[in-house]
């Protein structure tokens, strides 16, 4: 799966977790950070972490949410789970 790919099924993700925040997650990037420009909240970040281990077969293990300012660190940690 390429980084515009995973980008594309982050936003899916992203926005089922928090569709408050649809437009700003439509529009974002990989440098968007999730807390401050997406306003991502714990639980919105714990859903978000749901999702991905559902949606793409991986686990998140010994990371927590704040291991994650950007959207590129999320795909950057799904990018090496499934190579």
Known sequence: MSRTEIIEKL?????AA???SRDKVAAC???SRLVADL???S???????????EEMGIRFDNVGASDFET?????????AKLK
């Open 11 to 15: 936003r899916e993700i992203l926005i």
């Open 18 to 20: 928090d569709d408050r």
């Open 29 to 31: 990037t990989e440098e």
């Open 39 to 41: 306003g991502f909240s």
């Open 43 to 53: 639980v919105s970040m714990l859903y978000m972490v749901i999702a991905i281990e």
């Open 71 to 79: 959207l590129g660190d999320v795909v950057s940690f799904i990018e």
